[in-house]
Nanobody
Framework: QVQLVESGGGLVQPGGSLRLSCAAS????????MGWYRQAPGKQRDLVAT???????NYADSMKGRFTISTDNVKNTVYLQMNSLKPEDTAVYYC???????????WGQGTQVTVSS
């Protein structure tokens, strides 16, 4: 019922920046939480950042200060601005949306972010 379309991933040099976007469509509710998670090969999927429809952000400790999450309620789109990227940030980044009192949980297909020289 909800589709998440991601864009913005790719290859970037250490210290560089990327901006990820995720647009939600379909049966979207006005009250929601959207966010980003990432998974590196051989590791578990971990929280990067989330944001509520009211604009309240939450960050994983290792990302705080380098990454910024924001949302546009009209466009049903969430953004992740990633600065000062490190090789350790290399992972598949997944967009997530939770709504209907967290009864509904949706994931994007994932987008690869590679930080390398």
């Amino acid at each position: 019922q909800v589709q998440l379309v991601e864009s913005g991933g790719g290859l970037v040099q250490p210290g560089g920046s990327l901006r990820l976007s995720c647009a939600a469509s379909g049966k979207t509710f006005s009250i929601y939480t959207m966010g980003w998670y990432r998974q590196a090969p051989g590791k578990q999927r971990d929280l990067v950042a989330t944001i509520t429809n009211t604009g309240y952000p939450n960050y994983a400790d290792s990302m705080k200060g380098r990454f910024t999450i924001s949302t546009d309620n009209v466009k049903n789109t969430v953004y992740l601005q990633m600065n000062s990227l490190k090789p350790e940030d290399t992972a598949v980044y997944y967009c997530n949306r939770r709504q209907n009192f967290d009864k509904d949980n949706y994931w994007g297909q994932g987008t690869q972010v590679t930080v390398s020289s």
